[in-house]
């Protein structure tokens, strides 16, 4: 069945460096949406970049990624962390209409 | 437009009491999704509806949980007999055919 992975369950950078979260998924349909959801403490999860189109970056907030389907990847980076890039970082997969796949999350911490 | 409306926000009930969580959905959205999440257990699916109809009801425990969706206005996840194991924040979300979920702020249960 379909899956996401992501590879980190806690990454610690200092400010200022740059972010890489791996995301890979596993899907029998060739059309998949990916998604990267942020959460920050207290709040619930938002979107944050969402791709259908293989090796188109997308980009929003500073964050980028790119699906790449013959890789089954779609990392998420940015160039310069910043301290409230702090948060649970969520990769998911859907199908278009069926149900939404999610990573077990990446809780990013950045530090001064 | 509102986003996604969910009560009550926090509830707290005796181990062995009946929980009823609500949740109205974005209008014109055509799916809505229950999840719950726990520190230990993350993002858990629980089940999703589309045009009201039950669709995969996979995450549900079985014995204790049911969740309906009488109209497209609204939604109720009803946990019977509750038990601590149970305390979670549930999570609702709407989303629109591509499968982007909007959620909402959460209702945070505790079973005493």
């Known amino acids: 069945g379909d899956s996401v992975t992501q590879t980190e369950g806690l990454v610690t950078l200092t400010e200022g460096l740059p972010v890489m979260l791996n995301c890979t998924y596993q899907?029998?349909?060739?059309?998949?949406?990916l998604f990267w959801y942020v959460q920050h403490l207290n709040e619930s999860p938002r979107l944050l970049l969402k791709?259908?189109?293989?090796?188109k970056r997308t980009e929003h907030q500073g964050f980028h990624a790119t699906l790449h389907k013959s890789s089954s990847s779609f990392h998420l980076q940015k160039s310069s962390a910043q301290l409230s890039d702090s948060a649970l970082y969520y990769c998911?997969?859907?199908?278009?209409?069926?149900?939404?796949?999610f990573g077990d999350g990446t809780q990013l911490v950045v530090k001064p | 437009n509102a986003g996604v409306i969910q009560t009550p926000r926090h509830k707290v009930t005796g181990k062995g009491q009946e929980a009823t969580l609500w949740c109205e959905p974005i209008?014109?959205?055509?799916?809505v999704f229950w999840y719950r999440q726990t520190i230990v257990q993350g993002l858990e699916f629980l089940t999703y509806?589309?045009?009201?109809?039950?669709?995969?009801d996979s995450g549900m425990p079985k014995e204790r949980f049911s969740a309906q969706m009488p109209n497209q206005s609204h939604s109720t996840l009803k946990i019977q007999s509750t038990q601590p194991q149970d305390s979670a924040v549930y999570l609702c979300?709407?989303?629109?055919?591509?499968?982007?979920?909007?959620f909402g702020e959460g209702s945070k249960l505790t079973v005493l």
């Open positions: 979300a709407s989303s629109p055919y591509t499968g982007q979920l909007y």
């Open positions: 899907t029998i349909y060739s059309n998949p949406f």
């Open positions: 791709s259908f189109t293989d090796n």
């Open positions: 998911a997969l859907s199908e278009g209409n069926n149900r939404i796949f």
């Open positions: 209008s014109g959205h055509s799916a």
């Open positions: 509806f589309r045009n009201q109809a039950p669709i995969d």
